[in-house]
């Protein structure tokens, strides 16, 4: 039986190691991102909300949002928001005349503080019945049945295994993501990776960020503690807690893994990782995922 984790877990979570190590999971340890994206989640809008008649800017519009920017790796919610905040601006669905449904009460929940997952969507769905909360959530469980259903048998990066091996001699670690624990739990278990983290955190637990302080606050010095993420909220996170950061470059996985392996781990647990070097990790990281949506350059 699969384990059900709970921020205690993360609260509890004593240190057998001087270090930490926090990893993503969907785009950072499994090439996940792309097939769930695409085959779920941008088919998922389309058919729930009826617009097929702008199906290629919608996929356009949210592939940019979920895969190729600096929004990459965000909470789904947020990112449903952003990609029918892009689409109302998008030339090519001003022109079809189609129109796009409001998101002012999605907004409000994202705002709200509420633990932005399934089971306190459903919870506001129960006490208001908002139509439009309701019509985001029941997209949010087809989603999850999808991925369920087409996301089977996806091998970790090249150099994950490797990297894992060398940081379960060094270092404590936990998964941190804001996938569904249930899909984090059923990819690690495949992959048999659940042995070396502590807790696998999903965004049930809270945001990525506070899954790091939960786990790592009072026990070890922030230099110690890594984040190892392929998307901005990733070091975001890090940054929350003063970590430090390794990114993983979106379309250069493998070679991200080899470079973590071979030399970065090392300098970690060094203490030389900081500085100049971490610099030049990041500078070129952010390099790769743009900030506005490449119509905009063809306006």
Not at 18 to 30: A, E, M
Not at 56 to 70: M, Q
Request: proline share 6%.
């Amino acid at each position: 039986m699969s384990p059900v984790y709970t921020k205690d877990d993360l609260i509890a979570l004593k240190p057998r190691h001087d270090s930490f190590v926090g990893v993503d999971s969907d785009g950072c340890v499994f090439p996940t991102m792309e097939i769930k994206q695409k085959q779920c989640f941008h088919g998922l809008i389309v058919s729930n909300w009826k617009l097929e008649k702008i199906e290629a800017y919608v996929r356009e519009t949210a592939e940019f949002v979920n895969l190729y920017s600096r929004h990459r790796g965000q909470n789904r919610f947020p990112c449903l928001l952003l990609t029918f905040d892009l689409l109302r601006d998008h030339p090519g669905v001003k022109a079809s005349g189609v129109a796009l449904p409001s998101t002012v009460r999605l907004k409000t929940f994202i705002e709200s503080g509420r633990p932005l997952g399934n089971p306190e969507l459903e919870r506001v769905v129960a006490e208001t019945g908002d139509p439009e909360l309701a019509a985001v959530l029941k997209w949010s469980h087809d989603v999850n049945t999808a991925v369920a259903r087409v996301v089977r048998s996806i091998r970790p990066f090249k150099g994950v295994k490797e990297s894992f091996d060398a940081i379960a001699k060094h270092s404590d670690a936990i998964c941190v993501s804001q996938t569904p624990t249930e899909a984090l739990v059923r990819e690690w278990d495949e992959n048999a990776l659940t042995g070396y983290v502590a807790v696998i955190a999903g965004q049930e637990l809270g945001t990525k960020a506070e899954h790091l302080a939960m786990a790592t606050q009072g026990k070890y010095p922030p230099d110690r503690v890594l984040m190892i993420g392929d998307a901005l909220g990733d070091l975001r996170a890090a940054r929350a807690v003063r970590a430090r950061f390794f990114p993983i470059n979106p379309g250069h996985e493998e070679a991200s893994w080899e470079r973590f392996h071979q030399e970065a781990y090392a300098r970690v647990l060094a203490g030389t990782y900081g500085g100049p070097y971490e610099t030049a990790l990041i500078q070129h990281f952010e390099s790769l995922l743009p900030e506005s949506p490449p119509w905009i350059s063809r306006a």
